[in-house]
């Protein structure tokens, strides 16, 4: 490679965002729209199979486990899959994973096969949300991520709605069988749309494949009106060498006495959204039928309450980079203990549906700011093992949090559970408040390793999360 050509982070970083940007937003948006309508599509459909005795409350428990299961081996493969394979094809694989495992659940004869299968179908799925966020950061310029971030994140509220908007109006016509052939055929459909999605420019430069990486990112660049590498120049003080590469840190640099807070608040943050957002959307069906609503009375309301987790993404696009992070988890979370507390006293359906909106709302803001700042609080040689360490726990504790909700609800009902729920939010936000995490460069660059200056070198503002 010519000492001309600048490293390929910095020119992908200096780009204008074109049509190349726009349309891959689009193609990872549809990815994780069916990723999150398949996940969620479990609320309506576990809630439905009860009056035909399908299944069972402690089946629709081992689905609910199995699912969980599924999502941690694949949110902990995701990230080897693509840095061994590539990015393009871990993008495609783990997505055909479950839009054909999908289809086979539609014709699963009893509960037992089909908790195997959604076992299978996770497995892609919580690879599929890992690497959708994960391709934003390897394609989209520094300065821009955070508007993108925040849309996809809007794109996995609409998969969320309408899944309970689907289920409400399908399931009473034509059964359960009905959502994973919706949710199995949109997710092949957005595979072939991405089939010509190209590999990460980044990833081809930390193989070697200098050739490929630069074709691909003059073709990047063409279509953001780039008409000459030089064109998104840096200066040569802030350029760094193409094929210098970060030392190999052992994953035991996160537990060290200077990281270790760090790591036990990620896992905090990311186990309590993660158990409070699922608690509260997995269930929400299922405890309605149970204090004797119809089954489609049920579907509705759980559609209007909903369509909260397209608001939440909306507020923290609006609102979070004026507040600041670190303030926005405070107030999200706050606020999702506060209305959690009143919910369980709701009678009327108006009331129901209104603060329910603004619980499920609250939980999706604490959900994706909390996912979206925990990577940050590690600099770039563990960047990505301290976010998916704090994954892989969190999803791996939400396949016992089921027996948990249905104990809770068995044992105290639904106030027993929402209030649980109430009580994880204040002790996260509390502890959030408390430690004041500093993910500044210079906070980062102390604690990096030697030789790793990657995070001393970013060009954007201080983030104080």
């Given at each position: 490679m010519t000492a001309t050509h600048l490293?390929?982070?910095?020119?992908?970083?200096?780009?204008?965002?074109?049509?190349?940007?726009?349309?891959?937003?689009?193609l990872v948006g549809l990815g994780m729209?069916?990723?999150?309508?398949?996940?969620?599509?479990?609320?309506?459909?576990?809630?439905?199979?009860?009056?035909?005795?399908?299944?069972?409350?402690?089946?629709?428990?081992?689905?609910?486990?199995?699912?969980?299961?599924?999502?941690?081996?694949?949110?902990?493969?995701?990230?080897?899959?693509?840095?061994?394979?590539?990015?393009?094809?871990?993008?495609?694989?783990?997505?055909?994973?479950?839009?054909?495992?999908?289809?086979?659940?539609?014709?699963?004869?009893?509960?037992?096969?089909?908790?195997g299968l959604r076992f299978l179908m996770a497995i892609g799925m919580g690879a599929e949300y890992v690497i959708c966020y994960g391709m934003i950061t390897e394609f989209f310029p520094r300065g821009h991520r955070g508007k993108y971030l925040g849309l996809l994140g809007i794109f996995g509220g609409f998969g969320v709605s309408m899944?309970?908007?689907?289920?409400?109006?399908?399931?009473?016509?034509?059964?359960?069988?009905?959502?994973?052939?919706?949710?199995?055929?949109?997710?092949?459909?957005?595979w072939w749309l991405r089939r010509k999605m190209p590999e990460s420019p980044r990833w081809l430069e930390s193989r070697g494949r200098h050739e490929e990486a630069e074709a691909?990112?003059?073709?990047?660049?063409?279509?953001?009106?780039?008409?000459?590498?030089?064109?998104?120049?840096?200066?040569?003080?802030?350029?760094?060498v193409t094929d210098e590469k970060t030392n190999y840190v052992p994953i035991t640099v996160l537990f060290s006495p200077t990281v270790i807070r760090r790591t036990l608040l990620a896992l905090v943050l990311t186990i309590i959204c993660l158990?409070?957002?699922?608690?509260?959307?997995?269930?929400?069906?299922?405890?309605?039928?149970?204090?004797?609503?119809?089954?489609?009375?049920?579907?509705?309301?759980n559609a209007a309450i909903m369509s909260g987790y397209v608001a939440g993404p909306l507020l923290?696009?609006?609102?979070?980079?004026?507040?600041?992070?670190?303030?926005?988890?405070?107030?999200?979370?706050?606020?999702?203990?506060?209305?959690?507390?009143i919910y369980p006293f709701m009678t009327e359906p108006a009331l129901i549906i209104t603060v329910g909106f603004i619980l499920v709302a609250m939980a999706a803001s604490f959900l994706t700011l909390c996912l979206g700042t925990v990577p940050e609080f590690f600099p770039t040689a563990f960047r990505?093992?301290?976010?998916?360490?704090?994954?892989?726990?969190g999803r791996v504790g939400l396949i016992a949090s089921p027996f948990i909700v249905l104990w809770l609800f068995n044992s105290y009902?639904?106030?027993?559970?929402?209030?649980?729920?109430?009580?994880?939010?204040?002790?996260?936000?509390?502890?959030?408040?408390?430690?004041?995490?500093?993910?500044?460069p210079e906070a980062l660059a102390h604690i990096a390793p030697a030789g790793d200056t990657a995070d001393a070198l970013e060009e954007e503002p201080k983030a104080r999360a």
């Open positions: 490293n390929v982070s910095q020119r992908l970083d200096n780009l204008p965002i074109g049509k190349f940007h726009r349309r891959m937003a689009l729209f069916f990723d999150s309508f398949d996940n969620t599509l479990s609320s309506a459909v576990l809630a439905s199979m009860l009056p035909t005795g399908f299944s069972t409350l402690e089946l629709n428990s081992m689905f609910l486990s199995a699912t969980f299961a599924g999502l941690a081996i694949g949110a902990a493969f995701a990230g080897w899959l693509s840095d061994r394979i590539g990015r393009g094809f871990a993008f495609q694989f783990n997505l055909a994973l479950f839009g054909i495992l999908a289809l086979c659940a539609a014709l699963a004869p009893n509960m037992e096969v089909l908790i899944s309970s908007l689907i289920g409400w109006l399908v399931i009473p016509m034509w059964s359960w069988r009905a959502m994973f052939i919706i949710g199995g055929v949109g997710a092949l459909i957005a691909v990112l003059r073709r990047i660049e063409k279509e953001s009106g780039v008409t000459s590498p030089k064109a998104g120049a840096v200066s040569g003080k802030q350029a760094v158990f409070g957002s699922y608690s509260v959307t997995g269930w929400m069906p299922t405890f309605f039928v149970k204090q004797g609503m119809t089954v489609t009375s049920s579907l509705g309301f923290c696009m609006l609102l979070a980079d004026r507040l600041g992070r670190r303030r926005s988890i405070v107030l999200s979370g706050t606020l999702a203990a506060i209305v959690a507390g990505f093992r301290g976010g998916g360490l704090a994954q892989t726990v009902g639904i106030i027993g559970v929402i209030l649980t729920v109430s009580g994880f939010y204040v002790a996260a936000t509390a502890i959030y408040a408390a430690a004041r995490v500093d993910t500044s």
